[in-house]
């Protein structure tokens, strides 16, 4: 089956989907997307998801290029073209095409550009022996919380996990506090049994999956506490995770060249990602 992508308003072959040389997002990075989990058919947590588009957009001063109720139908119509039941859809806004000059040109037309596809299940191995995490200075801008397509330093650090054998690198403030994953939110679980993740502020990216795990960790009864943690405190954790759209509660059991807890996924960390899955078949929009 041939895939289809959307290009401001047309459903093209994939291969013929392509933006203008001088699109701000090719040029600047001047974009924001988003990343929809789709499980059965149906998008993951689509309005938290949404809403966070909406919010990186007008950080960045950009407007929506549609409504709210065309964009759904946009994802939706490109997840039945391309006939998508578990994977992801992915939506990018940049600010305009415009000659190439750094501020912005009058009155921009926002780009959109949307795909969807079907994911490969996770391997067995993320389950039975968990992944590996390394860890790198992080030297990214400071407004992490917005979604922006301005991903070189995490692009850089992913591939130096990959280069190590590893499956995510944690970033590394320079008070020795993990921040988050290049692509997902980190978690530890402390010798006392505390949940621990950093709260939300400028230097990492209110993930979707995060506050809905957070959620059901309270309903589990876990005892959740959403502060810094640092490197060192995490490679004494008892149990590690993280959590993105397209990687739910992936059990992290070596970071750097240290064995967390016995070296296997913690109980409770595959607790939550049972749960977390339940949540995803059950609690996702058609
Ligand atoms: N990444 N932190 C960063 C830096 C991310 O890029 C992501 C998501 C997350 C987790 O957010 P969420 O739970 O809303 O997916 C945290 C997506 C999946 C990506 O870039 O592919």
């Known amino acids: 089956m041939s895939r289809v992508a959307y290009v401001n308003g047309r459903y093209l072959p994939h291969r013929a989907a392509s933006v203008h040389i001088d699109d701000r997002g090719y040029q600047f990075a001047d974009g924001v997307y988003e990343v929809v989990a789709i499980v059965g058919g149906r998008f993951v947590d689509e309005a938290p998801h949404l809403d966070r588009l909406e919010r990186s957009l007008k950080e960045l001063r950009m407007t929506m290029p549609m409504t709210r109720r065309a964009l759904e139908s946009v994802i939706r119509e490109v997840a039945r073209r391309n006939r998508v039941r578990d994977g992801i859809v992915y939506l990018q806004m940049s600010r305009a095409v415009a000659p190439r000059d750094h501020p912005f040109p009058r009155n921009p037309k926002t780009q959109i550009v949307a795909w969807a596809r079907n994911n490969k299940p996770p391997p067995a191995s993320h389950t039975e022996d968990g992944v590996k995490a390394i860890t790198m200075p ?149």
């Open 138 to 286: 992080d030297i990214r801008w400071g407004r992490c919380d917005i979604k922006s397509t301005a991903l070189l330093p995490n692009v850089l650090a992913k591939q130096l996990a990959r280069e190590a054998g590893a499956y995510e690198a944690w970033l590394v403030d320079e008070n020795g506090n993990v921040t988050e994953g290049t692509s997902s939110n980190a978690w530890i679980i402390t010798p006392k049994g505390e949940l621990v993740t950093r709260s939300t502020d400028n230097a990492i990216l209110s993930g979707i999956t995060r506050l809905t795990v957070r959620e059901l960790a309270k309903e589990e009864g876990l005892r959740l506490v959403e502060r810094s943690f640092s490197l060192a405190e995490a490679k004494g954790a008892r149990e590690a995770f993280v959590t993105s759209a397209s990687s739910p509660v992936v059990p992290v059991t070596q970071i750097d060249n240290q064995v967390i807890g016995n070296g296997k996924p913690g109980s409770t960390t595959l607790k939550l990602r049972e749960r977390y899955l339940r949540y995803m078949s059950e609690a996702s929009t058609a």
